[in-house]
Structure formats: C-alpha cells, structure tokens
C-alpha cells in the first residue's frame, strides 16, 4: 500500500489576490487565463445568467471574495470566477448555459467561496427554481431541512438567476463537505 | 480513519473554519453543520484551459512586471512537486502565485501600508507543473507586513499559492512561509494550524538548488487531496 501523504494545509486567500487571480477584472496589468464568461466559446446555446451577493454574519456585502463556478454535465465542462471587488454593490456575476439533469438529479453548479477570513474555502451549489420538478425529488435536496434547502435554491428574477450567500444567520447557505 | 472520510479534508492538518485568533473569521466563519452530499454519478474533474497560453515570463515575477530596472530584494528560486496523498505526481496542473514585493507592500490597492512599491515588481505569476508534478519560479523573497488583526500584528514573509489538481475536493489555496521566521509565534493564519501541519507550510532552505550569482533556493513540495491524479486539460 501508498505510504500516505500529508495533505498541505489551507490558508486564506486574504484581502489582496485580486492582481494575481482576477487582474483583468481588476483592471491590473496582466492577464486573467479565466474570466466570469464561462460560455464565450459555445455557440448556439441558450445561456444564462448568474448574479448574488455574499454576506457577512452581519449581513454586509463582502468585498473581498472570490467566487469560483464549476460545473460538468458530461457534455460541457465549465468553469468560471469573479470578485466582489469591482461592482458597486459588490454583486457577482457568470454568464453560462444550464447544465442538463445528469441521472434524474436536478442540475446544479458547484460553487467555491474563498476569502479573507476564511482559512478553508467553502462549497455550495446553485439549484435552479424553475427546475421544481427535479429539485422536489433530488437526493441531495431532500437529505437537507426543508427550511434551509431553499438556501440552495436560485430564483429567477427579471431574466437572470439570483443567489445570495449568506455565510451566517437565520439565512445561512448550507455548505457542503466534499 | 474509515474509507470513507480518507479523501476529505484531513481536520489533523487543516484549520477549522472558525479561529478567533484571525478577527475576521467571526463574521464568516460557517456555523451550522456541513452537509455531506450524496456521491454524484458526476466526476467533478478541473478546469480547462480554453484559448489561453502561459507567458514565457509568467513563472519569473523578478522579470515579468521590468519597467525600467531590475526589481529590488533578495531574488529566490522556488522549486517544488506537487503530489496527491499517494505521493503520485500531479502533471500538467496550474499554479498561481502572488506576494507582497520586498518592503511587504502589495500591488493591490487596498493594500494601505506605507512601504514603497517597487515600478519593477508586479508580484504574481503562474506555471505548469511538469509531467513529474515539478515547478519552479523565480521571485524576490517577500517582506513582512503589518496588519491590523491585533496590537503589532506582522504576516510573516510569505507567498500565495493556488493549486487546482485533478477535481474540485483537490482545489487548494494556501501560503508558503520561510524557515525559522520570528513572527510565526503572534501570527494567527499560522497558528490556525494544527500543530502537526504547520511544518507542512514552512519551505526548505536548499542549497542545492541556489543558482550561483543569481537566486537562493527554496524547496516547497505540495500535496492536494485526494488520490486523483488527472491532469489539467488543454483544449
Ligand atoms: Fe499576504
């Protein structure tokens, strides 16, 4: 057997990665290898778009975010990230196509948050509302409190899906262990 | 450790989410419970490079920011493997660095304290990792810096690194830290660590790999979770 390997532990990303993981957003003087147009390259799909805000236990805006959209349906492999640096408001932004319902699952798009207090980076999913159907029989989604399943939930809102983070609260978004 | 949990986060080594020493942990911590989802019949493998090329200067920040000089500080030479926790080689992985220049001051314009920036020194990079997992890249040994988590608080030097691996449980962000730095003591980010980590996260001196009349040598070997060993692809 592998003699096992000790994992490298986790830092946080800190206040100041966006130079280094988003410069072009940032407007820094180097290029991003990957921006929040996860679908720039599909042609003749129907995309969609992504917006949100992470908050605090306080419930303010986080500036200092980064946010990272993974997704894979066997056919599209994508992938995007963002700061909550450089809008006003400190939203987010993905411009994408929506997975397929892989197996019966309801589709859904992995999220990674990394940011400035936060030594380990944290995973969530973003499900889509008007997928009821599956989202009503979904595994992962009925494992979890009917209360707090909602927090996974995107709602579509004036063309674009919504999904806000909130790291604490009543709120709280359910973070997985992957 | 059952089967089960073997690929997760290793809780002997990394931090928790909550650490009260680092402030600002309080307010974003998570505090109810994770959930542990179903297995997806969906490997959750890496990103993909789409239309995009490293640069040739991307892994030599003391060249890839020159305005009009060389950069100031000591020049360093990184070197490293990357591994999976069987100790397999993780090939064609990305790395993205980015550090504070010299005096400790970021690039970033958030960054408030009062040392000077250096016009030759933008301070980030990325590379590949080779098909045996290896890196390498050049830099200037990063300064201390103060921040305002409590009274007289210092970062010891260090450097940001990003990893991704094969799949999204193998994604690692992370900072690489100089042997026998004074400040390891007062700084919370280091201490969030288990103690059976923290070496984990301290390079190498290695002479060896010094580069005669150019750079110093570090040696810095990272291990991501999980035993995938997929590489990133190119499309
Ligand atoms: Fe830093």
Redesign the interface.
């Known amino acids: 057997m592998?003699?096992?390997?000790?994992?490298?532990?986790?830092?946080?990303?800190?206040?100041?990665?966006?130079?280094?993981?988003v410069?072009t957003q940032?407007g820094?003087?180097?290029?991003s290898?990957?921006d929040n147009d996860m679908a720039?390259?599909l042609k003749n799909q129907e995309t969609i778009e992504i917006t949100g805000i992470v908050y605090?236990?306080?419930e303010n805006a986080?500036n200092?975010a980064m946010v990272?959209l993974?997704q894979?349906?066997?056919e599209h492999?994508l992938?995007g990230r963002y700061g909550t640096?450089t809008d006003k408001r400190n939203r987010f932004f993905f411009k994408t196509i929506k997975p397929k319902s892989?197996?019966g699952?309801a589709p859904f798009i992995?999220v990674?948050l990394?940011?400035?207090?936060?030594?380990?980076?944290?995973?969530t999913?973003i499900y889509f509302s008007d997928e009821h159907k599956l989202n009503e029989t979904d595994?992962?989604l009925n494992?979890?409190d009917h209360e707090?399943r909602n927090t996974l939930i995107a709602e579509k809102r004036d063309g674009k899906y919504v999904f806000d983070i909130y790291?604490?609260g009543p709120k709280?978004?359910?973070?997985?262990?992957? | 450790m059952n089967e089960s949990n073997k690929e997760g986060f290793d809780r002997e080594i990394q931090p928790a989410y909550l650490y009260e020493g680092y402030k600002s942990t309080i307010l974003r911590a998570p505090t109810k419970p994770l959930v542990v989802p179903k297995k997806s019949d969906i490997k959750l493998s890496g990103p993909v490079f789409k239309d995009f090329e490293l640069g040739v200067l991307d892994h030599d920040l003391t060249k890839n920011a020159i305005k009009n000089g060389e950069p100031i500080g000591e020049r360093i030479v990184v070197h490293g493997k990357v591994t999976n926790e069987r100790g397999q080689p993780i090939p064609h992985t990305l790395l993205e660095i980015w550090q504070a220049n010299a005096a400790g001051r970021y690039v970033h314009k958030v960054d408030q304290h009062d040392a000077p920036l250096d016009p030759n020194f933008l301070g980030t990079g990325r590379c590949m990792t080779d098909a045996e997992g290896n890196y390498k890249f050049y830099t200037i040994k990063p300064g201390a810096y103060p921040w305002g988590n409590h009274p007289n608080a210092w970062r010891p030097n260090h450097i940001h690194f990003s990893l991704f691996g094969g799949d999204i449980t193998s994604r690692l962000i992370t900072q690489m830290y100089f042997p026998h730095d004074p400040l390891f003591d007062q700084d919370p980010m280091f201490q969030s660590i288990p103690l059976k980590g923290r070496e984990l996260l301290v390079s190498k001196f290695d002479y060896n790999l010094t580069e005669p009349d150019f750079a110093l040598g570090y040696r810095f070997d990272i291990v991501l979770r999980g035993h995938n060993a997929t590489p990133f692809e190119n499309i």
């Open positions: 592998d003699k096992k390997k000790l994992q490298t532990p986790s830092q946080t990303i800190g206040p100041f990665f966006a130079y280094g993981l410069p940032y820094y003087d180097f290029d290898w990957v720039f390259d605090d236990g306080e986080i200092d990272e993974w894979d349906d066997g492999r992938f640096g892989v197996n699952q992995h990674i990394f940011m400035r207090g936060q030594l380990l980076h944290s995973y999913r595994q992962v494992a979890i707090r790291m604490q709280e978004t359910v973070f997985f262990d992957l």
